[in-house]
């Protein structure tokens, strides 16, 4: 049997039985819908965050174009459309163009591991809701997020120009670090469920809800982090520094107009959903909820919770937006470095603990957090002896 | 040569390995021969990605995984950020040659490397180019498993010593980094630049 044979039969049943006419249909299907819903849903989301913000700043919001301004986010991509390419004129040409993909195919791509449903059947075939089942399943997660900072990096430092590439090496630290505390949290997961498949994550999750969906099973903290880390790898607010207006005028997008700036705001809002999808997939069960066995309604009713579920995340992450200040950059790295990635080690250490035994992870809770106080202490006195005489990394100075 | 690299794998894999070579390639050269350094660690990206489409091919898709994350994700990431930082992305001219007789020894090192890879590729019948002939990542288990059960049991000592090796490394990058008080750093060639000069000129370098 050969690699890439082996590499389509892991998974999805419908390459069981190998592949013919009707599994190529349905897997170009698959890879079609994936794509327009993703589309629509971005469409709905710019149209969602744009009208919930401004009722939460008691304005009105878009109410032209359409019902309720639902289309407000179409003409906008008809206008962006229609508008004057620029091209800087110290820009390095070739990254300049291709730094808006490398943001948005990632989006893309980290969208196919995502199990949107159960197992359904056409026909005489069955298939997984969901667009590829890779080996590495959940890693893809990570490889894809480290791609997409090159989008942002290359975009700051190719437009040629300081603001944005004070925005792209903003960027480029911020997704590096947090990106850590992201991994951490998902070696959690992947830990407690015994494998990488996203599949296999939803599925171990599945019955007795909500009390065996991973945010309760792994205690919370995991949660919270990879909620924190993933909002500032997304380059959300109150994370935003990569296009803090004030300071840096559009941040790395600064130089880029028309049909490539639509292709960055396409990627951050698809990076959004996607997001969204990703944190219930690992640890809301994704699509588990009480739901008919079998039939048409036994197919729909999980997409539905996956849907409400996916639904929470978005409306919170415009909460953040139009609630939260922006971070200062020191705090933002100490949070990361200092907070986050400790706490997802120590976490980690405790579930392998109570993997082994219910004591063992109770006696490595009970030492971490003696070791933690010990090492608050201690910093608290080499700061008071120190005082002043030792900086920052210089690196990340400039930019308070 | 093609004919031995390819006998025993099947049209998909040949096809696999002939794109992720090609990929891999023209990465390598292109690494070479960039003028600029930011598209030299670009080429160097999808050189790396290659790599990642072979180990795939050879269903250590873990290890594919692994290769992206760290390398494409973090290493050349902080290669650019460097570059960015210290402003060394200008073209540069590489007509003159930085190390004294380094392009003729470098020439020379290589056709001997090319020479060793293809007369040890004729004399064994484990260069072949299918997929998992017998490697430890091979049957049934995931690959994560069979990555765990190596490093933990057989090749513990090399796994440990290794991590020691990482934490010395990054425990002397701090020091490096914590610069001593100010009356103190007069050893170094050039005077402390401070970092906002430093970034400032980064950014000028590109608007003259």
């Known amino acids: 049997m050969s690699a890439a044979q082996t590499l389509l039969l892991a998974g999805d049943p419908v390459f069981a039985d190998g592949v013919d006419g009707a599994v190529l249909l349905i897997v170009a299907v698959k890879v079609l819908v994936a794509f327009a819903v993703l589309m629509v849903s971005v469409l709905f989301m710019v149209w969602f965050e744009r009208k919930l913000v401004s009722d939460m700043q008691a304005r009105i919001g878009p109410n032209r174009a359409g019902p309720w301004g639902l289309l407000q986010t179409l003409a906008d991509g008809i206008k962006l459309f229609f508008k004057e390419d620029l091209l800087p004129d110290q820009a390095d040409r070739r990254v300049f163009r291709l730094a808006p993909y490398l943001s948005l195919v990632p989006a893309f791509l980290t969208f196919a591991i995502v199990p949107v449903g159960g197992v359904i059947h056409i026909g005489e075939r069955s298939t997984l809701l969901q667009v590829a089942d890779p080996p590495v399943g959940i890693l893809f997660l990570l490889a894809m997020s480290s791609v997409a900072v090159y989008g942002v990096m290359l975009a700051g430092w190719a ?82 520094l990569v296009e803090a207006e004030q300071e840096l005028v559009g941040g790395f997008h600064t130089e880029y107009s028309s049909l490539r700036f639509a292709l960055f705001f396409l990627a951050e809002f698809m990076s959004t959903v996607v997001m969204s999808a990703i944190i219930v997939t690992l640890f809301l069960g994704g699509p588990a909820g009480p739901a008919p066995d079998g039939g048409i309604l036994g197919a729909i009713v999980p997409i539905g919770w996956f849907l409400a579920k996916m639904f929470v995340f978005l409306f919170t992450y415009v909460w953040l937006r139009a609630t939260l200040p922006r971070f200062r950059y020191d705090q933002l790295m100490d949070l990361g470095w200092k907070r986050l990635i400790p706490l997802s080690l120590f976490w980690l250490l405790v579930l392998a603990g109570m993997r082994v035994d219910r004591k063992y992870g109770f006696a490595v809770f009970a030492g971490g957090a003696l070791l933690g106080l010990l090492l608050i202490r201690a910093l608290q006195i080499g700061r008071a002896t120190t005082e002043g005489e030792v900086g920052h990394a210089p690196a990340f100075e400039e930019t308070r | 040569m093609t004919a031995v690299l390819l006998a025993a794998a099947t049209k998909v894999d040949a096809g696999v390995f002939v794109a992720a070579a090609a990929i891999i390639l023209s990465g390598a050269i292109g690494v070479v021969i960039s003028r600029n350094p930011v598209h030299a660690a670009l080429c160097l990206v999808l050189t790396l990605f290659g790599v990642a489409i072979l180990f795939v091919a050879q269903e250590a898709h873990f290890l594919a995984a692994v290769q992206v994350i760290v390398y494409a994700g973090a290493i050349v990431v902080l290669f650019l950020f460097v570059i960015m930082l210290i402003g060394v992305d200008r073209s540069e001219d590489i007509r003159q040659e930085p190390l004294r007789g380094q392009r003729p020894i470098a020439v020379l090192l290589g056709i001997i490397a090319l020479a060793e890879i293809l007369l040890l590729s004729r004399g064994t019948d484990w260069a072949t180019g299918a997929p998992s002939l017998g490697g430890p990542a091979d049957g049934d288990l995931p690959n994560v498993e069979k990555l765990a059960e190596s490093i933990f049991t057989r090749y513990l000592f090399a796994f440990e010593i290794t991590s020691v090796l990482l934490v010395i490394a990054v425990v002397g990058a701090v020091t490096l980094v914590r610069k001593p008080p100010p009356e103190e750093t007069a050893d170094d060639d050039e005077p402390p630049v401070a970092p906002v000069t430093a970034v400032a000129a980064t950014a000028e370098g590109n608007t003259p």
């Open chain 1, 159 to 240: 437009s040629g120009s300081k603001y944005p590439l004070l925005g792209s090496v903003r960027a480029s630290a911020q997704m590096v670090s947090y990106e850590a505390a992201l991994g951490l949290s998902v070696a959690a997961v992947v830990l407690v469920s015994g494998s990488l498949l996203t599949s296999e994550i939803v599925a171990e999750q599945s019955g007795g809800l909500p009390f065996k969906w991973n945010m309760f099973r792994l205690g919370f903290v995991p949660f919270a982090i990879f909620c924190l880390a993933a909002t500032a790898e997304l380059n959300r607010p109150p994370f935003d």
